[in-house]
T-cell receptor
């Protein structure tokens, strides 16, 4: 699976959009981009995933660049409950889901 | 609520005890996973079951023994653990389409403390 690079931390104001970047310059054509988050001491929560096209669901939007070397997770209106560690994962559709250090997002009132 | 439940949520055990962690998924999935998350470390995949057969065992010590009696239930039997085994143990499930597991959904975890 390709390696990802994320900023270690970022702050966001409540009610504003949070844009979380992820670099995956070695991604191969059949690898998906997945995003999970983990609120302190809870299990990881699936957010969204995509292959080539941008994706949107009730939680977030995923924007993947045309060359697929980077992506951005957008939380449209951040709330205090969105404070968590966000993991960007590039993977094949196999059993392996490798979590890195992620980005610690702190939403401030 | 992800449809994956784990019991107990917290467990304290001595090194000579035997205990079991239980996971149940209500999503109709056919693959289940055990992960370990130690303090300040990334999640580590321990075991994978697909269609009730173990398909991965990532060099986990034999003091951890998984059991998957059916596609909805997964157990992790623990015996003679060490203090360094203290961690958050997470269960996940997914729908295996034959190409490998798809999106994995996690339970809340069992926080284990070994004294």
């Amino acid at each position: 699976d390709a390696k990802t690079t994320q900023p270690p931390s970022m702050d966001c104001a409540e009610g504003r959009a949070a844009n979380l970047p992820c670099n995956h310059s070695t991604i191969s054509g059949n690898e998906y981009v997945y995003w999970y988050r983990q609120i302190h001491s809870q299990g990881p929560q699936y957010i969204i995933h995509g292959l080539k096209n941008n994706e949107t669901n009730e939680m977030a939007s995923l924007i993947i660049t045309e060359d697929r070397k980077s992506s951005t997770l957008i939380l449209p209106h951040a709330t205090l409950r969105d404070t968590a560690v966000y993991y960007c994962i590039v993977r094949l559709l196999n059993y392996k889901l490798s979590f890195g250090a992620g980005t610690t997002v702190t939403v401030r009132a | 609520e992800t449809g994956v439940t784990q019991t107990p949520r917290h467990l304290v055990m001595g090194m000579t005890n035997k205990k079991s962690l239980k996971c149940e998924q209500h999503l109709g999935h056919n693959a289940m996973y055990w992960y370990k998350q130690s303090a300040k470390k990334p999640l580590e995949l321990m075991f994978v079951y697909s269609l009730e057969e173990r398909v991965e065992n990532n060099s986990v010590p034999s003091r951890f023994s998984p059991e998957c009696p059916n596609s909805s239930h997964l157990f992790l039997h623990l015996h003679t653990l060490q203090p360094e085994d203290s961690a958050l143990y997470l269960c996940a499930s997914s729908q295996d389409t034959g190409k490998g597991g798809e999106t994995q959904y996690f339970g809340p975890g069992t926080r284990l403390l070994v004294l």
